[in-house]
């Protein structure tokens, strides 16, 4: 009985706890804070990301357009910027651009009814092509004289704790605030724990749905502007890499199942955390590539297989929604 | 009578003279028909080129694109492009679309060197000539236009140990993808210098999969276990911006020599060089890649040669970027320019 309250946040606490404890003991120069602190500032990026997927998670969907949101409205900022335009203008149309493909996005979910996963998977294909057939001219939008001094939101150190360290932890309260304290993430969890219920007592979900999208795009296209600030460039081609899976990883690695209504912040954190330290460890290491893709994908299933084995899915247990 | 008459055929016959010599200028004025030409010109126009990359949007390929048409399009020849967007099975779709299309010559970029090899196989033996470029397949087909990866890596490691003289010997290599034979390819040539250096120490060796955000993530890492590293060889000058921003923000910039490749484009390659993220770039000079890949291909179709019968190779001749000549107005080239 006393097994079944371990959740899979806890599981993968624990896995993240013994592969820290081992690293520190075992690999020379693991356990330095500045080994730590580049740890965090390696998967800041996708942590902020994981945030924005968090939202539309708890709330009983999924954004898989997420990587095109971090992709071309911050590509659209370096291309402005390039093209002699200013930086706070060229900042401020993203964000906008960012805010329309939300609602968009929203809007075909909440009122046309159309499923999350089909309607971002489209909306994702539309907005990288948009960006790579209309608004840049290379797939890699390079750094110009203008942009000078913003690569501090990716480069920058304050009070030796990278800025981009301090953004994810930033955007970590705010996303808490916003899920925990506020009304509107209280309507989330409600939606997402059991939409019809949550229509019937009268929560505007339709309106929060679409606020749900808009919110996941604009924390991707600030995630965006991080990156490129931080590799000085825009690889808008990252919408072709295999970086949403890993967003997804995160989410449910740290135990916010894709049923919504469960999890929060805290979760995506020990996600990030278990990521990140598994990379860095086998940096250090010097394993290939293609090892680090194996023990990556065994550390995993030992996470899932586990959850499986200790919470057993059955007719009470299971939702309606459960992927 | 006779005088009589030829008092009279006099003036016709000076006439008839003077007319004579007024068109001999004339008749050295037309010139000699050359033989050749016309053959030429007949061999090319309204043929089509089929130019499949592993995708547009950035400045190799755009690069190749361009040239490709500003040689041949004046000769009444079509040049199309097939665009995989980094799909692999979607190139390979491409190719085999384009195999019933029958175009005179398909122009191949390849992923890696095994899913087209067959293709290309098929494609010369049902008369359409293949040109592969920089990235070739394990198939030789009529040409390869390309860099000699091997002596890329050669060199660029060349260069690290040489600045690593009388420092920590410990360098780091950041590879690009392994499914790439470019990447082997350039791998193999650093372990050829790095053979003959045993004081060299390479600390990391990983790959990056030709992403600046891993890239970086990785050299971060490194540096910040070896900040003593003397130097970096990187594999594609697209990829090690990152390399170079995780030595920037180390404050290592001038300590780390980071030697990388790529295809010479202004702002990846020489305005990078010349703000110190790079130390030495090898060029492959795109525009003059495709101007032999025309060159080849004007050859190809005017010799009438049988494809698949002739098998060569071009392999660039480098250009090193360095701090001296990133400045100066020859040793890269513009996009825009290309594609006026």
């Known amino acids: 009985m006393e097994l079944k309250q371990i959740n899979q946040q806890g599981i993968v606490f624990g896995i993240f706890f013994l592969l820290f404890v081992a690293f520190a003991a075992l690999l020379p120069g693991f ?59 060229a900042i ?13 996005n929203g809007w075909l979910i909440a009122y046309a009814e159309v499923p999350s996963l089909f309607t971002t998977l489209a909306s994702g294909l539309f907005l990288a092509g948009l960006g790579q057939a209309v608004l840049f001219n290379l797939d890699v939008v390079q750094w110009s004289p203008g942009m000078q001094g913003f690569e501090r939101l990716g480069q920058g150190i304050v009070f030796g704790i990278p800025v981009s360290v301090i953004v994810f932890i930033i955007a970590c309260l705010v996303v808490a605030f916003l899920l925990r304290i506020t009304r509107i993430g209280a309507y989330i969890y409600a939606i997402g724990d059991n939409p019809y219920g949550a229509k019937v007592t009268g929560i505007p979900s339709r309106p929060i749905i679409v606020l749900q999208y808009v919110l996941a795009a604009l924390i991707g296209c600030f995630a965006g502007l991080v990156l490129a600030a931080s590799v000085n460039s825009m690889p808008t081609r990252i919408f072709n890499s295999t970086m949403i899976y890993d967003v997804i990883l995160v989410v449910v690695l740290g135990g916010i199942g894709l049923s919504g209504g469960r999890g929060g912040v805290l979760n995506v954190v020990i996600g990030t955390l278990l990521i990140g330290t598994m990379l860095n460890g086998m940096t250090i290491m010097d394993i290939p590539y293609s090892g680090q893709n194996l023990i990556k994908g065994v550390v995993l299933l030992i996470a899932v297989i586990a959850d ?3 919470n057993p899915r059955n007719e009470e247990t299971a939702q309606q929604g459960d992927i | 009578m006779v005088f009589g008459l030829t008092r009279q055929l006099k003036p016709l016959i000076g006439g008839a003279a003077i007319a004579a010599l007024a068109t001999f200028p004339a008749l050295a004025q037309q010139g000699l028909d050359e033989p050749f030409q016309g053959a030429f010109k007949q061999a090319l126009a309204g043929k089509t080129v089929a130019y499949v990359p592993v995708a547009m949007n950035f400045d190799l390929t755009e690069g190749w694109f361009a040239g490709l048409k500003k040689e041949l399009e004046p000769y009444g020849m079509k040049v199309i492009v097939r665009d995989p967007n980094w799909s692999t099975s979607a190139g390979a779709q491409a190719v085999t679309t384009l195999l019933s299309e029958k175009p005179a010559v398909m122009v191949i970029h390849n992923p890696d060197v095994q899913t087209y090899a067959k293709l290309l196989q098929r494609a010369e033996k049902e008369g359409i000539a293949v040109i592969q470029i920089n990235m070739g397949s394990v198939y030789r087909s009529s040409a390869f236009v390309g860099a000699n990866w091997i002596e890329i890596g050669e060199r660029n490691a060349e260069a690290v140990v040489k600045a690593c003289e009388g420092k920590s010997n410990k360098i780091a290599v950041v590879q690009g993808a392994l499914s790439a034979a470019t990447s082997a390819y350039t791998l193999k040539g650093v372990e050829n210098v790095l053979a003959k250096h045993p004081e060299i120490k390479v600390v990391s060796s990983q790959a990056a999969d030709w992403d600046a955000a891993k890239a970086k993530a990785i050299t971060q890492t490194v540096l910040k276990q070896h900040p003593d590293l003397c130097g970096i060889v990187g594999f594609w000058d697209g990829m090690d911006i990152g390399t170079a921003a995780a030595v ?37 000079d795109v525009p003059t890649q495709a101007a032999d890949m025309a060159a080849m291909i004007k050859w190809l179709l005017s010799s009438g040669v049988k494809p698949g019968t002739v098998k060569g190779s071009i392999y660039t001749t480098l250009i090193p970027i360095t701090k001296e000549n990133a400045s100066s107005e020859t040793a890269c080239w513009n996009l825009s320019d290309l594609k006026k």
Do not use: W
Request: aromatic share 4%; glycine share 14%.
């Open chain 1, 92 to 104: 401020t149309t993203a964000l906008m651009l960012a805010l329309v493909f939300g609602a968009i």
């Open chain 2, 248 to 284: 920037k923000e180390a404050g290592l910039t001038g300590k780390v020599f980071l030697a990388t490749s790529g295809g010479g484009e202004r702002k990846g390659a020489c305005e990078l060089v010349k703000s110190g993220a790079f130390d030495l770039n090898l060029s492959y």
């Open chain 1, 308 to 310: 499986s084995f200790l």
């Open chain 1, 31 to 89: 356990a330095t804070t500045q080994n730590m602190l580049t740890l965090l500032q390696n998967v800041s990026v996708l942590g902020i990301l994981g945030l924005a997927m968090a939202i539309v998670v708890i709330g009983r969907g999924v954004d898989l357009s997420l990587i095109a949101t971090l992709a071309v409205p911050p590509g659209l900022v370096l291309q402005m910027v390039q093209d002699g335009h200013s930086l706070p203008g």
